[in-house]
């Protein structure tokens, strides 16, 4: 089946372009021209990936993208801007973007980032069934709750496994500590952002050779953490 992919574009000649690169690499395109009508393709069309132009004639892009991630939906998003334009790397993360594009891009790269989305979506949505899995020396065992460090087992948690699982499905980026808190403990049993730095201590001291000097499991301050397999 083809991959949807929703632009959100008001300039038309921009948006026209995208759409003509993206159909001839046999995606199912569509546009919107403005915040209002992304939020409405978002639930609408279902895309698997969207292309998000920073600024737009009603609301921007952050704007766009915080009230696309409180609607719960967690489809990759790129964020496109132009090189005249200060966009905040962090501010664009906090607000739920993926990976950002400077305007004028080429289209090789527009295409290796998109791919690169859809390859994370798709490691996350397969059920999520990694099995087992290298991280620097430790070797995670997913199924069997347990991680392998040299000579040394140590048994996993539900909950340590589920944040394991999230990091690895975005591994090389960062998530928010917010989306860890939601997809792993959910909304009824929202613990405190400490919670979140309390199990990745644990993760640090099953995976990492040295737990005070991660080399995997990487804080990225004002943001979350990311894990570098
Ligand atoms: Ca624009």
Known sequence: ?????LIVEDE???????RDILEFEKYEVSVAGTGKEALLAVGRREPDCIILDLMLPDVN???VCAEIRRNRVNTPILMLTARSQDYDKIRGLEAGADDYLTKPFSVGELLARIRALLR??????QGQDIDVVRVGSSVVDVRHFS????RKEYPLSHYEVELFKLLYA????????DHILERVW???NYPTNRTVDNFIVKLRKKIEDDYKNPKHILTIYGVGYKLSP
């Open 1 to 5: 089946m083809e991959q949807k992919i």
């Open 12 to 18: 038309k000649e921009m948006a026209r372009g995208l």
């Open 61 to 63: 892009g952050y704007e």
């Open 120 to 125: 994370r979506r798709g490691l996350y949505a």
């Open 147 to 150: 991680v392998q460090r040299g």
């Open 170 to 177: 975005n591994a090389d980026q960062p998530v928010r500590r």
């Open 186 to 188: 959910g909304v009824e």
